[in-house]
């Protein structure tokens, strides 16, 4: 495999450097990593480039450049992602590429329909991060979630559809037909509809210890983080699908992958459950729920506790991954459109919100089931919806397809 050309000098405890990390991570870009508080010469190093000054994260690219505690834009103009749109106005704006928001851009350019999507990590969503995607239809032997990705990229854009990696939206305004959204750069452009499909992110514990350690032991993205600890014990809470795929692809690198599950038994698919209690990596605690994550800098060690006896436990992982739900991407539309109770984006049968000309589809939309097919075809239902709506306001639309 070809050796990653970015080197990122940081420290576990440094929040710039977590945020680096996942913004690399979101954009499927490699790199190496050098915690300065283990590598002497990592360190020095680092302080030979800044003056004698210990500043992180320092990160040196293929070209010789480098770059000292940038902004997430900084890096997206580093690594060539533009910034800014080519135009102000377009008929639809997809907020969101996840499965469900290409699938509605590709239909949707496919009518002529210009199209604008606005991603604020890595294109894909969570399925793009997903090391292996086992039952979407037509590929037997499964496939890499970044590879599905780029596939649906390159099928939307071969029909024009504009993609713009790396900015998030802060707010939708609406003017008379008009739709204004406006991105945490400054940046304003108007569209005739939106499409909401900002998907979700992991849920939290919400336990001692849990914040401070983020991205310094804590983790929610097996596939971005998990190579850091090869030849090391790790620990998985949450057994549901995603805790269990995600700690099968984590036996890749680590000597032991423990999961712990709240409940007395895996949510998991059988074939999923078969595949765990058979793998020599793997251990299983069920009926266990997590207390409290213990470290100064870096996760050190995890406090349990057995839910029929009420015995505490410890555990002395080099990391914990966590995977027990999903919230939504919403809080930027929480006061302009309908939520349930837990924030997800509630629809009519056209996928419509509570506000005309606004839709959603995706992970983020009540009622979705968190599957990549089902996401493909409300992506191709809201579509559908966006067309007869914006035909209804300009009068000069109608369905072409196959």
């Known amino acids: 495999m070809e050796q990653p050309k ?34 002497e010469e990592g360190r020095k190093r680092v302080q030979e480039l ?38 102000e106005y377009y008929d639809l704006v997809i907020v969101g590429s996840g499965p469900a928001g290409l699938t509605t851009a590709l239909y949707a350019a496919r009518e002529g329909i210009e199209t604008l999507v606005i991603e604020k990590g890595g294109i894909g969503g969570q399925a793009g991060t997903t090391e292996r995607i086992d039952n979407y239809p037509g590929f037997v032997e499964g496939i890499g979630g970044g590879e599905l990705a780029e596939q649906m990229q390159a099928h939307a854009e071969r029909f024009g559809v504009e993609i713009l990696p790396a900015q998030t939206v802060t707010g939708i305004m609406t003017d008379g037909d008009h739709k204004l959204i406006t991105t945490e750069s400054g940046d304003e452009y108007c569209s005739s509809a939106v499409l909401l499909a900002p998907g979700t992110r992991y849920r939290r514990l919400g336990v001692p210890g849990e914040e401070d350690l983020i991205g310094a032991g804590i983790h929610f993205c097996a596939t ?66 997590v207390q409290e994550f213990k470290g100064t800098g870096h996760l050190e060690s995890i406090i349990i506790q057995d839910r029929a006896t009420g015995e505490n436990g410890e555990l002395f992982p080099a990391a914990a991954f966590i995977f027990i739900g999903l919230d939504p991407n919403t809080a930027f539309v929480k006061d302009l459109i309908e939520t349930d109770k837990y924030g997800f984006i509630t629809t009519s049968g056209t996928m419509e919100t509570s506000l005309e000309g606004v839709f959603a589809a995706g992970d983020a939309r009540g009622g979705s089931t968190k599957q990549v097919a089902s996401a493909v075809g409300e992506g191709a239902t809201a579509a559908l919806m966006i067309r007869n709506y914006l035909e209804k306001q300009q009068g000069n639309r109608g369905y072409k397809g196959d």
């Open 6 to 39: 970015i080197t990122v000098y940081g420290a576990p405890w440094c929040p710039d450097c977590r945020q680096s990390k996942q913004f690399l991570g979101e954009q499927r870009v490699r790199y190496n990593w050098v915690d300065i508080d283990e590598d």
């Open 50 to 87: 800044n003056d004698g000054k210990q500043i992180i994260p320092t990160i040196i690219f293929e070209d010789g450049s480098i770059l000292v505690e940038p902004s997430n834009a900084e890096l997206a103009a580093k690594l060539g992602i533009s910034p800014k749109a080519k135009r």
């Open 224 to 289: 971005c983080d998990g190579p850091f600890y090869k030849d090391r014990e790790v620990v998985v809470v949450g057994g549901g699908n995603s805790g269990v795929e995600e700690g099968l692809f984590l036996t890749k690198f680590a000597t032991k992958v423990t999961v712990i599950e709240f409940n007395d038994q895996l949510g998991a698919s059988q074939i999923l459950r078969e595949k765990a209690d058979s793998h020599p990596k793997m251990e299983i605690k069920l009926g266990k729920a």
